[in-house]
Nanobody, 125 residues
């Protein structure tokens, strides 16, 4: 019933910017945390950033802090990830995810029950 649909991935040169979107449908998300994860080929899926839907409280992985910004548009039920100063090591499939309360460790992908299909981000040097 809950569906997350991602868009905005693509190819960008190092130092460039890209904005990812995740359209959420099926229910209201006021009691949810929403997050971005990423997975490079042959690697584990890792946490990128998360936001509480109601209060907009944000938290970032150290690797992206200061370069990426997570945000949401409550009226449109859309999650965003603005990525600036991109590096080749940012190359990965990016996934949006959501979890309803209660939550414990929002950096753990096992906490999340709803996932998007993923969108490819490739950063060339």
């Amino acid at each position: 019933q809950v569906q997350l649909v991602e868009s905005g991935g693509g190819l960008v040169q190092a130092g460039g910017s890209l904005r990812l979107s995740c359209a959420a449908s099926g229910r209201t998300f006021s009691d949810h945390v929403m997050a971005w994860f990423r997975q490079a080929p042959g690697k584990e899926r890792v946490f990128v950033a998360r936001i509480t839907w109601s209060g907009g409280n944000t938290y970032y992985a150290t690797a992206v802090k200061g370069r990426f910004t997570i945000s949401r548009d409550n009226a449109k039920n859309t999650l965003y990830l603005q990525m600036n100063s991109l590096k080749p090591e940012d190359t990965a499939v990016y996934y949006c995810a959501a979890v309803r309360t209660p939550w414990r460790d929002t950096t753990n992908d096992k906490e999340y029950g709803y996932w998007g299909q993923g969108t490819q981000v490739t950063v060339s040097s």
